[in-house]
């Protein structure tokens, strides 16, 4: 199935929300390379070895996050070239990144001020607006490589980290507020975890990108967690890998978008 590339010429509405989606695109990933250097309070890393957690992965897990705003500038900047204004999959999605890049830069800033009870909301959030994203692209096939690799992709790979994101800052949060997770808790609530991903890996067009940043945060809490949260974290990370190859066996559209 191949989408027409432009729904007619393209209006000031289009105009002003490309240049929008472009703008939020730059303040998330500044806000995203600012937080860690502690500028807006406490560095993120300073407060998860404040408040420890069981499902924390290794420092190395948040490499990705680099990656991950590479994708979406360079989607931003796709979505904003003149032949691409007005197509429906920029127009049904637009204001939705918007929304996630407020919610990802406001969580940085949040949760560096030590408002982690805030902060796990505002990433839950970010975690429904991100989901509401891949059912909108799911209604707009991938029209072509390009679509895949700037549009489809980044979002579906963006949506993957966060869905564990959010269980880890959960878990962080409940230590701050004096409910750290034993190993058997955290092993559990992992679990949970790992069968809503299983569960969306399965279900979502572009499953290979979405399960490629899950799988690597299970692969490093693997390394830092205690034995029962390792175990389930390893055997999550290969139930996903099988969910994401059953699922493209089904064509390039489950694969890639």
Do not use: K
Not at 162 to 188: D, H, I, K, M, N
Request: hydrophobic residues 55%.
């Amino acid at each position: 199935m191949t989408t027409i590339r432009s729904a007619g010429p393209t209006t000031r509405a289009d105009t002003v929300r490309c240049w929008v989606v472009l703008a939020a695109a730059v303040l998330q990933t500044v806000a995203g390379s600012l937080g860690g250097s502690g500028l807006f309070g406490e560095s993120q890393r300073v407060l998860s070895d404040r408040y420890p957690s069981v499902l924390a992965p290794a420092t190395i897990a948040f490499s990705v996050w680099s990656v991950i705003y590479l994708g979406l500038l360079l989607y931003a900047v796709y979505q904003s070239l003149p032949g691409q204004r007005s197509r429906p999959v920029h127009r049904t999605t637009g204001w939705l990144f918007v929304a996630t890049a407020a919610l990802n830069a406001g969580w940085i800033v949040i949760f560096s001020q030590e408002l982690l009870g805030t902060a796990q909301l505002v990433i839950a959030a970010l975690l429904v607006t991100l989901a509401t994203m891949l059912w909108r692209l799911a209604a707009v096939p991938a029209d072509g490589v390009a679509d895949r690799v700037l549009v489809h992709g980044p979002m579906a790979f963006y949506a993957g980290r966060v869905s564990l994101a959010t269980v880890a800052g959960f878990s962080v949060t409940l230590t701050y507020w004096g409910a750290a997770l034993g190993p058997v808790t955290g092993a559990l609530l992992l679990l949970l975890a790992v069968v809503v991903v299983g569960y969306a890996t399965l279900r979502t067009v572009s499953a290979l990108p979405y399960a490629a940043t899950a799988v690597w945060a299970l692969f490093w809490i693997t390394v830092e967690a205690p034995g029962p949260v390792a175990v389930v974290a390893g055997i999550g990370a290969v139930a996903v890998v099988v969910a994401a190859v059953l699922r493209a066996r089904r064509g390039m559209r489950p694969a890639f978008g």
